[in-house]
């Protein structure tokens, strides 16, 4: 499908208006900074955030998507099972999906990952650099053989996810961490792109090499327009006859 | 770890009660089938059922057990789901796990898989042609180059899981369907193989070379004695100053 | 990229002109055939043969290919090893490959691969019927859940291939054996698409879903301006004074 | 296959004759320092080096060979071409191998990654942490989270090798680079292990965590006595008639 795919950003949207520190970085809101250089690269992107009726991801909403960006982290238990079920079953049916940053911990990313996503961190103004281990990888596109945060939230591993079908970065962490931190998957007819970089109270999103990750990113994620998943009792294709 | 993994067979148990034809094949249930090869080969072997008290996977039990293997159809939902918890838990910490047949759609393997683990069936007397294609993989140790099972249920493509770390088997049906029919994964600390044949009605279980997988698949499974993981917030290893 | 790739259709064309069987299905070559439906799709098409000076594989000719697809068969061992050489080096450097049937034993794909790439085969017009086990990949683009050749080579495994980075295709044959038949690799900055059917008295490159799929291919397998690979004796990038 | 794996150690033996620096740490050369640990382990163990006939590689010494272990540098180009082509044979037909830190340029693992090997380096006395991100390999058992080796040659990414099938580790390095140092290949019937530690002016195979690592890789490409690799022309498996 060579159309230009439809965004949804979902953000959290609890730290900006509660921390102060988060609210001068991000004055409207984390995914207003993710969705502003998506929308000049000419995507047409919405948001949606926790608080709003079933958390702005209505099956209207969700229909109109082809690709959901998700940032989250203190309230992770407030999202609704039934939402994470729904908006599981539009991945597994092909709606691509980006995780960001804490979102390593949302019921939706545990559940589509069956482990418990668990990892380590540390908050220490810490220089992250993040090199591409698949040059070739369509999510690279643009970048330089790295990048660097001067100064981001540490994840270290053992990162407690599948492994992925392509790793594309591995962050080294000033500390003396390393970390997986661009993992791509494929659920079903969906693709999940996580992203490790993005605490709150650094001005990541707006770091040009980030967006230019989740644009690729989004672009990857796309639906691809495949057969449609069919299960279930069948008559058989052949009616052989075996000797 | 070179000691024998201890082996917990865990079935359903149920068509063995209610329906004749399996009660033929399977006199003593299928787990008995199953178990009684694998204490020939020299490994230690309990069983469990659904209707036992915590369907026979307690803590306890869980505690000496090194690898589960899992045959479950008409009451997968009837497993509670604290049950389920615990032994997802329990495999991210290092159980191996072999799921059989219909164990794809019960609770543990779909919350593992994080996909509807869905596939296309047909019961009509086929051949299935069990292929190897990872012929230096341990679980096709002693295998020819392919195994045929004379009449077994057909499972057909496509099948809803992520692409296993490994594909072992992909199995030929007479009806013109493929299948995916030996797939490793890890997760956590553990290692998950799923297994396609074994349907009720049929002698699979007696097959020597599914006696043979089935046997190298719980070597192959057994923790291996890594490193404990941990996780959560961490001083720095390193004390860097940089320039 | 967004660009259109620009195709080189690559063919041996000996068959065609040594065998009337082939020439009245190929009359104007195989190249021909496959590169017909990339120009009414709207790449821009080129094609080489094996007589050509250089094989047509040319510094200039490569310097000006995005992606190259190449069918080659009884004269593998006529490619000049120095070609070779430069075809591997432009495809570790990013441009694309798509290699058709017989080619799975030509030099440059035995290269790539570092096996034998041998296989089990034979001629009996057989029944082949290609079921998408990857239905959000990119390859699969408009397809059904499986489409059919209704006379093809059998091709059975085990295919002495390294495991792909993505499978998109398992054939089923009408004599009992399976065949991944559609394999992605990444080679360096290149990736790599391996796709089985085509043999050359079959009329395979008319069909409407075989042409999808190499389209389909071309275009995955592009080129995506990601870092240039660069290698050799660094200085640090960070001057620590460790603790 | 139950028994203990036959190990042939392979060593270039040129760095220790040469060079007053390497002779210090490795008095007996490399190979006897990587053996004399597995030897106390168990395993039946040889040596064999570049200067002897057929640089210690003839068929006979392949052929009673299970796990081939290679070190090599400054004579890469000294191995005779028909000596790695029989070592790639014996690997595709099940010889496990492991290669170790400098040996990434051999002909041999080369060959068969079909790549460059290419990769970043810097000799300066530089902490290495190895980060175990697979931690229910069997490669990784009885290790913790992570080692360290006080000071190391870097080798930072790009490393130009396929995506391996399973990673085990991932370096993490002081002057600011990162590297995927463990590395699982499946090739034919044969597993391969690429392990990066080991440069000559260091004693880092005296180091415990390397010595176990060695150990279980060795374990773990052991040949699993699965089916011979057999290829070519078939009769059908089925003589069917289709409707």
């Not at 220490?124 to 643009?142: F, K, M, Q, T």
């Not at 392509?166 to 998957?185: A, H, I, K, N, T």
């Amino acid at each position: 499908m060579s159309t230009t795919p439809r965004i949804l950003v979902w953000n959290e949207y609890r730290h900006e208006k509660q921390h102060a520190a988060v609210a001068a970085v991000y004055p409207d809101g984390i995914h207003a900074a993710i969705a502003a250089p998506l929308r000049a690269a000419g995507f047409p992107v919405r948001t949606a955030t926790l608080d709003e009726p079933e958390h702005g991801l209505t099956e209207s909403a969700l229909a109109e998507t082809d690709v959901l960006i998700w940032w989250g982290h203190m309230a992770h238990d407030e999202v609704d099972d039934a939402v994470v079920a729904r908006v599981q079953q539009r991945v597994l049916a092909g709606m691509g999906l980006v995780v960001l940053h804490s979102g390593h911990f949302s019921k939706l990313f545990k559940r589509l990952m069956g482990t418990s996503c668990d990892l380590k961190w540390r908050e220490a103004d810490e220089r992250e650099r993040l090199w591409v281990v698949a040059p070739g990888h369509p999510i690279a596109a643009g970048l330089g053989e790295y990048f660097e945060l001067p100064r981001e939230e540490m994840y270290g591993e053992f990162f407690d996810v599948p492994a992925p079908d392509e790793l594309v970065f591995v962050s080294w962490f000033q500390g003396g961490e390393v970390f997986r931190s661009g993992l791509c998957y494929s659920r079903g007819a969906g693709r999940i792109f996580y992203f490790r970089p993005g605490h709150e109270t650094y001005p990541t999103y707006y770091d040009a090499n980030v967006q230019r990750v989740i644009a690729n990113a989004a672009r990857w994620a796309a639906p691809t327009g495949g057969p449609v998943l069919a299960f279930g009792n069948r008559a058989p294709l052949e009616k052989l006859t075996l000797t």
